[in-house]
T-cell receptor
Framework: DAGVIQSPRHEVTEMGQEVTLRCKPI?????LFWYRQTMMRGLELLIY????????DSGMPEDRFSAKMPNASFSTLKIQPSEPRDSAVYFC??????????FGQGTRLTVV | QQQVKQSPQSLIVQKGGISIINCAYE??????FPWYQQFPGKGPALLIA?????SEKKEGRFTISFNKSAKQFSLHIMDSQPGDSATYFC?????????????FGRGTRLMVKP
């Protein structure tokens, strides 16, 4: 298996633009997580899905952030409009019964 | 509210020494305690994990010590090597959480000097 695949790896965008981050979880995994990593706040859970259904989105910072999981093999995290304080590394992770979460390589987002 | 407090923030150890990282959690409704290792430019990866029914788990040079009454657990890296230089995160998973939702500590940046 190729592991969790995230795209793009790097994204530079201007303030106010829409940004979409993509994630393909490991085949067969039924839980998917979006995390944000910054020096100031560490690894923060934004939202997690179980069986494609959003279970906990309390970590989503504000209405500018939205996430979808239309099927078991794809998820998106969208920021609209983007702001400089959204600059961070965004990780997608997936897991199954074993409780081990497998992380993707991350998307480094820079909003200028 | 920070549910997991990790210390130290950074650690420098000589090659061959013991690295110790500590975590404390704030409620008892957790039943899985993993440690993740992250190298620059990579996502975190599971290193070792423990469940609360045991007090210690060892895998090679890595050991988790768990103190349920004190709500603390620690990672010990024996015979530390330069290749162990990375950021380490402790985490907790709520009891019965079907989604295996991880809450992480703030991380410890370990540097092992040759």
């Amino acid at each position: 298996d190729a592991g969790v695949i995230q795209s793009p790896r790097h994204e530079v965008t201007e303030m106010g633009q829409e940004v979409t981050l993509r994630c393909k979880p490991i085949s067969g995994h039924n839980s998917l997580f979006w995390y944000r990593q910054t020096m100031m706040r560490g690894l923060e859970l934004l939202i997690y899905f179980n069986n494609n259904v959003p279970i906990d989105d309390s970590g989503m910072p504000e209405d500018r952030f939205s996430a979808k999981m239309p099927n078991a093999s794809f998820s998106t995290l969208k920021i609209q409009p983007s702001e400089p304080r959204d600059s961070a590394v965004y990780f997608c992770a997936s897991s199954f019964i074993s409780r081990e979460a497998f992380f993707g390589q991350g998307t480094r987002l820079t909003v200028v | 509210q920070q549910q997991v407090k990790q210390s130290p923030q950074s650690l420098i150890v000589q090659k061959g020494g013991i690295s110790i990282i500590n975590c404390a959690y704030e409620n008892t409704a957790f039943d899985y305690f993993p440690w993740y290792q992250q190298f620059p430019g990579k996502g975190p990866a599971l290193l070792i994990a423990i469940r609360p029914d045991v007090s210690e788990k060892k895998e090679g040079r890595f050991t988790i010590s768990f103190n349920k009454s004190a709500k603390q657990f620690s990672l010990h890296i024996m015979d530390s090597q330069p290749g162990d230089s990375a950021t380490y995160f402790c985490a907790v998973v709520p009891t019965g959480n079907a989604g295996n939702m991880l809450t992480f500590g703030r991380g410890t940046r370990l540097m092992v000097k040759p």
